[in-house]
């Protein structure tokens, strides 16, 4: 795939099919499951993590918004995707997104 598709085509194949960015690339997996069985806790943990920041972004005003959607100029990653990484894995991978 050389671009990602429109968005109507996406939320059409949600839970058959998952598209994302990876270092530029668009990316189209099959849609993962939960496996049958119980989970690392560090992963339960990162998932709360996740789904809280996910849940409450969606509110974020511009001041609070602002300098995540700095760091993202120029990369193939959204704001939103800045700070969900920041807030669930601290500075671990920026130098590597910023490479």
């Avoid at 194949?13 to 189209?28: A, N, Q």
Wanted: hydrophobic fraction near 40%; glycine fraction near 6%.
């Amino acid at each position: 795939m050389k671009a990602m598709p429109y968005r109507a085509l996406v939320d059409s194949l949600r839970e058959t099919l998952d598209f994302y960015c990876w270092k530029g690339i668009v990316v189209c997996r099959k849609w993962p499951k939960a496996p049958g069985r119980r989970r690392n806790p560090l992963v339960m943990w990162r998932a709360g993590r996740f789904r809280y920041l996910n849940c409450e972004s969606t509110d974020w005003l511009g001041d609070v918004r602002g300098p995540y959607e700095e760091l993202a100029l120029d990369t193939a990653f959204a704001w939103r995707d800045w700070a969900v990484s920041l807030f669930v894995n601290g500075s671990k991978h920026i130098r590597e997104w910023q490479e």
